[in-house]
């Protein structure tokens, strides 16, 4: 059964810093693109950054280009989203998702991904 389990969600001021990770199980994750979306109350889900465990190649939505880091370990299944200099419009709930490498569409396209953790809330406060 694979699953995916986010933590490090939590409550920061703004320009505050958190780290969120993502554990995966259940398969081999080795070539699969790892994605971090997010959702705020009110508001579609949205991608925020990937990197692709083939090539280690990183993605990354304009709004977080520069802040936000995402790293990982391929052979720990981990995959971690450092995020700087946070600003109140980064609320919301993120959510750690996989994707096959097979797969032709945008690497940001939400519909692309395959396996999806239960999210993590981040609330920054003004």
Known sequence: QVQLVESGGGLVQAGGSLRLS??????TFSR????????APGKEREFVAAINWSDSSTYYTDSVRG????SGDSAKNTVSLLMNSLKPEDTAVY???ARSPFSAQPIGIMNAYDYWGQGTQVTVSS
């Not at 699969?32 to 959702?39: E, H, I, K, L």
Request: aromatic content about 24%; proline content about 0%.
């Open 22 to 27: 993502c554990a995966a199980s259940g398969r």
């Open 32 to 39: 699969y693109v790892m994605g971090w979306f997010r959702q």
């Open 67 to 70: 802040r936000f880091t995402i």
């Open 95 to 97: 959510y750690c998702a």
